[in-house]
């Protein structure tokens, strides 16, 4: 079959892909519930199966969710194999158990409505369609496949790095079917975003009979998060946001404690260097308070190499053989892809189906979108 049949061929299986995806968001599937998680995970396992896969391997979590990584090998095997294709997905969402009672899945107006529709059960449903496809079909890609399945990228992906970092330096590039830019562009660069947090510690006196002798931490923190937000350069992409503030307790009290949270987003490795010094230089103004700052960069940013910037061209240019016409651009915010693309994998991500309202309530994707990023993946997998 020429490469251009693939969109209506997929096109033809939309319900069974509808179905899939249904199946996929009625199982909630929060970060930090490892029952619910893990019996996903069982169920992935079969839909890896009945998809091609020649392995799956379980990767027992402790600390959360099991991690699933499958190998596709479309008969590349031993020494001379080429370097795989990375393809990944995390199959967490942001939103708790229960939450279907108020969010069910449903599909009106072409759009499909859920809990994790967009982010990421989409581009979930787009992979595994993807490789079935190809297997279907009878096609063999040029090398071998290794998906990898997390349970964790809600949260950070404390328990899956390792993981992808490892599975990342064996692989040829990468591509991650996360939320696209609005109207479908690929993601080939991501913000990195670093979390800080800074206690204070004052020294308590009662306000009314010797306040003199009391030294405000509400206080020293109102100096800090304007020194804080000095920081920031946005002319080059680098924002600081205190995005939460606590302290002190009875009213009548000098406060001794207060707290921020800090949030950083930067778009080079330098700049995350700069601002790490920077917080880490930060001083009391006032006599008498101290400052505990910990923290540090969560996910390193997605530059965008030249590696990833040829990537994106030949997979353009395979986007044409079916009718596509791919652009590409930038985001605050970060996922798994700011991982492989950090240790120099080229990686293109947002692949995932249009739609909008990642972790909001309106949270939907469009389902006429569904086939044609599928035979996307599908195609970009063939030639790339
Ligand atoms: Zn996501």
Redesign the pocket.
């Known amino acids: 079959m020429p490469p251009t049949d693939l969109v209506p061929y997929l096109t033809s299986q939309r319900d069974e892909i509808v179905a899939l995806l249904r199946t996929l968001v009625e199982h909630e599937s929060p970060s930090k519930d490892k029952t619910a998680l893990d019996a996903l995970a069982d169920r992935l396992t079969g839909f890896l199966h009945s998809a091609g896969a020649s392995s799956v391997d379980r990767i027992a979590n402790p600390d959360g969710g099991d991690h699933l990584h499958a190998r596709f090998t479309f008969g590349h095997t031993g020494p001379d194999a080429p370097r795989p294709a990375l393809v990944m997905a995390?199959f967490d969402t942001v939103w708790p158990l229960g939450t279907l009672a108020t969010m069910p899945f449903r599909i009106e107006d072409g759009r499909v409505h859920g809990p994790g529709t967009f982010?990421?059960k989409g581009?979930l449903t787009l992979l595994l369609t993807a490789l079935r496809t190809l297997r279907d079909l009878n096609l063999t890609p040029p090398r071998p496949v290794e998906f990898l399945l997390t349970s964790d990228?809600?949260v950070g992906s404390p328990t899956s790095r390792t993981l992808i970092e490892d599975t990342a330096r064996q692989a040829a590039y990468a591509l991650v079917p996360?939320?696209p830019l609005p109207g479908g562009g690929l993601k080939t660069a991501r913000k990195g975003v670093g979390r800080y947090s800074l206690k204070v510690t004052g020294i308590p006196a009662h306000s009314g009979i010797e306040p003199e002798k009391g030294r405000s931490a509400l206080l020293e923190l109102a100096h800090q998060i304007i020194a804080i937000h000095a920081i920031a350069d946005p002319s080059i992409g680098t924002t600081l946001t205190v995005g939460r503030a606590e302290g002190g307790g009875a009213v009548n009290v000098v406060p001794a404690f207060a707290s921020a949270e800090i949030d950083v987003r930067v778009s080079t490795l330098a700049e995350a260097e700069r601002v790490d010094r920077a917080l880490h230089r930060l001083t009391p103004t006032l006599d008498g308070t101290s400052l505990t700052l910990t923290g540090g960069l969560n996910r390193p940013p997605m530059e965008r190499t030249d590696a990833t910037a040829s990537l994106f061209e030949r997979a353009r240019s395979a986007a044409q053989t079916i009718g596509l016409s791919l652009t590409e651009g930038s985001t605050g915010g970060g996922?798994?892809a700011n991982f492989t693309s950090a240790i120099g994998l080229p990686t293109l991500d947002g692949l995932g189906p249009l739609g909008a309202g990642?972790h909001a309530v309106h949270e939907h994707i469009e389902v006429d979108s569904l086939p044609v990023r599928a035979a996307l993946i599908a195609t970009l997998i063939q030639s790339l």
Request: glycine share 10%; no cysteine.
């Open positions: 995390h982010d990421m581009g990228e809600e996360e939320p996922s798994d990642a």
